[in-house]
T-cell receptor
Framework: DTAVSQTPKYLVTQMGNDKSIKCEQN?????MYWYKQDSKKFLKIMFS???????INETVPNRFSPKSPDKAHLNLHINSLELGDSAVYFC?????????????FGPGTRLTVL | AQSVAQPEDQVNVAEGNPLTVKCTYS??????LFWYVQYPNRGLQFLLK??????LVKGSYGFEAEFNKSQTSFHLKKPSALVSDSALYFC???????????FGAGTRLAVHP
């Protein structure tokens, strides 16, 4: 059983398009995250939701809009895609916000903007 | 601000030899430290974490890490490396009250037969 899953795995699109990435976790966790990994493999947090409430927004352009319809899902919608948005996007989840709560990551979505 | 540093871009080890992947941290308050591994074209897999207690933390796949407060380090170790351990390893520190992880730049481990 996949704990944290993302769709699609690969996404190739043109500049200016709008696209969405979906994430689902079946761990019963309350907290979910989006991370971006750039071409140099550097990982940076973008957003976090706890019980469907946005709690972290790391100065991400407002073209990026996360949405959490329920605790098990956190989707990422990106408007007006730019070349610099090309990256691997990872979803993660944790039981909650306690210091001991481990984050578990999905397999990633590789976004390529042409 | 919380940060972690992984001073080595790459570590090369012969199979069967011990391996160490280095990590140093800078935090205000108690450090909560994590190691993750990323295999090619895969997501990050959790290896181990230090929250409190024993300085030697044991994790998955035979890995362990030693927390050293005086040296502000959290090095990842394994007594005998396998070729299948070849991957990208990330050290991370928890930052703030919302469980935000700050990652190091990653260290590529190459284990040669």
């Amino acid at each position: 059983d996949t704990a944290v899953s993302q769709t699609p795995k690969y996404l190739v699109t043109q500049m200016g398009n709008d696209k969405s990435i979906k994430c689902e976790q079946n761990l019963g966790h309350d907290t979910m995250y989006w991370y971006k990994q750039d071409s140099k493999k550097f990982l940076k947090i973008m957003f976090s939701y706890n019980n469907k409430e946005l709690i972290i927004n790391e100065t991400v352009p407002n073209r990026f809009s996360p949405k959490s319809p329920d605790k098990a899902h956190l989707n990422l919608h990106i408007n007006s895609l730019e070349l610099g948005d090309s990256a691997v996007y990872f979803c993660a989840s944790s039981r909650g916000l306690a210091s001991a709560d481990t984050q578990y990551f999905g397999p990633g979505t590789r976004l390529t903007v042409l | 601000a919380q940060s972690v540093a992984q001073p080595e871009d790459q570590v090369n080890v012969a199979e069967g030899n011990p391996l160490t992947v280095k990590c140093t941290y800078s935090v205000s308050g108690n450090p909560y430290l994590f190691w993750y591994v990323q295999y090619p074209n895969r997501g990050l897999q959790f290896l181990l974490k230090y929250i409190t207690g024993d300085n030697l933390v044991k994790g998955s796949y035979g890995f362990e890490a030693e927390f050293n407060k005086s040296q502000t380090s959290f090095h990842l170790k394994k007594p005998s490396a396998l070729v299948s351990d070849s991957a990208l390893y990330f050290c991370a520190v928890r930052s703030g009250g919302y469980n935000k992880l700050i990652f190091g730049a990653g260290t590529r481990l190459a284990v040669h037969p």
